[in-house]
């Protein structure tokens, strides 16, 4: 029974002795990646601003289309198309702020 202990914390003490290590490979991958991520941040918020004007110029064709016909529901329609619009651009300036770009 005391061999059966003495592996134990022989065991523990081992795993106790390598957290250190694990933890600074975490650090340095973490590191890494943070790097890489941010080359990827600029085209990333282009695009998404190319996207958000085209929304925005499809969403102005639509809601232009739908005044001279008439229709009623030109404010809801503005509103989704508006919305979607702000919603890109703004996603696009937070994300760019998450990694201090």
Not at 5 to 14: E, G
Not at 59 to 67: D, L
């Amino acid at each position: 029974m005391f061999h059966k202990t003495k592996k134990i914390w022989a065991a523990a003490m081992l795993l106790a002795l390598s957290v250190p290590a694990f933890a600074q490979n975490g650090v340095t991958g973490l590191n890494t990646a943070t790097a890489s991520l941010k080359t990827y941040i600029g085209p990333v918020t282009n695009i998404t601003l190319v996207i958000g004007g085209i929304v925005g110029i499809v969403g102005a064709i639509r809601v232009y289309s739908k005044w001279n016909s008439g229709d009623q529901d030109i404010n809801k329609e503005l509103m989704g198309w508006g919305g979607s619009c702000v919603f890109l651009v703004v996603s696009a300036l937070v994300v760019k702020a998450f990694f201090g770009l």
